[in-house]
């Protein structure tokens, strides 16, 4: 009973810290921003991830998060990382 209940506790208190530590629409928007800066040097200097960052839209699922440009989703974020997509 007593590893059950500990259990619980360790399960409620992950779901807690990912509530907690979801990413921002600005978090997301910088890990946009540097990703395709890092891709391309053309890129960074004609500010293509600045651009695609602000036309993102964010969407929150509370413990996931995620934006998208043009229905196609571009980042995920989870437990205060965010992965942006190819």
Do not use: W
């Amino acid at each position: 009973m007593s590893n059950r209940i500990t259990a619980i506790l360790v399960a409620g208190a992950l779901l807690a810290l990912a509530f907690a530590l979801n990413p921002s629409p600005e978090k997301h928007r910088a890990r946009i921003t540097e990703a395709i800066g890092e891709r391309s040097q053309l890129q960074r200097v004609l500010g293509i991830g600045h651009l695609t960052s602000f036309a993102s839209t964010y969407h929150s699922l509370g413990v996931v998060s995620y934006t998208t440009v043009n229905e196609k989703v571009t980042s995920v974020g989870v437990m205060g990382m965010v992965f942006v997509a190819d």
